[in-house]
């Protein structure tokens, strides 16, 4: 008898496709089954330290019960994970953090738990934590990517630099193109001191793309650097030239080692003219321009942006971590409850 599997007749017509069809209805169904199983785990947990922040309130329960509770649960459920003290403890101070059963409902309880312990860790404010698990959730972040963003402050940063787009640009096209900016511009992954100049800077940027389009955000995709624009005769060079997907229009990013000058807008008002002129295809957006500067006076900039019809923007960049540094917490730290939370959907 022949080992060798029978040969398959050749499919029908129709069905790659049906077979595409089933594959991406298949893979669906594990993602909400998945989300399905997330969202129970979390509305357990909040209900549990909500139960326990209840007792301790109105019968004196003191903090001894949490690990009475842990082993006791551990006992009854031993195959189950995530019964540890230090993870009860993270589902009260959950409970303590989110009162509303809606939000955990519709927004936290989306992300999962390891997710949450993050935002828990890392932050104290309600608004922010909200902020972030929205973001979270709206762009697919894992709990690294998470826990990067907040160390570097991104949603503080996004849409802080000073722009005239509002006068020179339609809505919505103004807000997308605001939000897309950030003040400061976090660079210190260049490894630089505060005094390198402008063309140190652009080198190392461009050496180092991969994290400089992580820290200019999504949408941005690098065209060139000293891109060569040749007006009448006279050749002029941008610094670094991006495309946004987004917004469907270019980008000129200029470097200025010192302190913001008023006529620095002037030479990128041109530059964006001529890539207006030259560059940009019919159907692009107008071209947006944004200044780095090492420094800036927020009302000199204001004033020079204010009378200028090309859409600009202002932004600092900082070659040295001087952001605000982790906040510290009393729980116990994520570490301590890895191994027990593995394969939890982290």
């Not at 505060?194 to 820290?215: P, Q, S, W, Y």
């Not at 030259?278 to 500067?293: E, M, N, S, Y």
Request: include cysteine.
């Amino acid at each position: 008898m022949s080992d060798n599997p029978p040969r398959l007749t050749p499919p029908p017509a129709g069905y790659a496709d049906w077979l595409a069809e089933l594959k991406t209805r298949i893979h669906t169904a594990q993602q909400r089954a998945t989300l399905a199983v997330n969202r129970e785990l979390v509305l357990l947990y909040w209900q549990i330290g909500r139960d326990i922040l209840a007792r301790q309130a109105e019968q004196g329960w003191g903090a001894k019960v949490i690990e009475r509770l842990a082993e006791d649960l551990r006992a009854a459920f031993p195959e189950v994970k995530g019964f540890s003290r230090a993870n009860l403890m993270y589902m009260r101070a959950f409970a303590e953090a989110w009162p509303d059963a809606e939000i955990v409902q519709q927004a936290v309880g989306q992300l999962p738990w390891g997710h949450n312990l993050v935002l828990l860790t890392r932050l104290k404010n309600a608004e922010q934590r909200l902020a972030y698990a929205r973001s979270a959730i709206a762009h697919g972040w894992s709990r690294n990517v998470l826990n990067i963003h907040i160390e570097t402050r991104l949603l503080e940063r996004q849409g802080a630099a000073l722009t005239n787009f509002e006068l020179t640009l339609p809505k919505p096209q103004s807000d997308l193109a605001r939000e897309s900016l950030k003040d400061p511009y976090r660079l210190d992954f260049l490894g630089l001191g505060r005094e390198a100049g402008e063309r140190e800077i652009e080198n190392a940027l461009v050496k180092h793309i991969t994290e400089f389009l992580l820290e200019l955000g999504a949408g941005f995709a690098f065209v060139g650097r000293q891109v060569l624009l040749d007006v009448a005769g006279d050749e002029f060079f941008i610094d670094l030239l991006f495309y946004h997907l987004k917004l469907r229009c270019y980008v000129v990013i200029e470097l200025k080692g010192g302190k913001f000058k008023p006529e620095h807008l002037g030479q990128l008002s041109f530059y964006l003219a001529a890539v207006d002129a030259q560059v940009k295809h019919p159907q692009d957006a107008p071209t947006i321009g944004l200044l780095l500067c090492k420094s800036k006076n927020k009302v000199v900039a204001e004033y020079a942006l204010r009378n200028n019809t090309q859409p600009l923007g202002v932004a600092e960049y900082q070659l040295l971590d001087s952001l605000p540094a982790e906040l510290q917490t009393s729980l116990p730290s994520i570490e301590q409850i890895e191994r027990e939370l593995a394969g939890e959907g982290r």
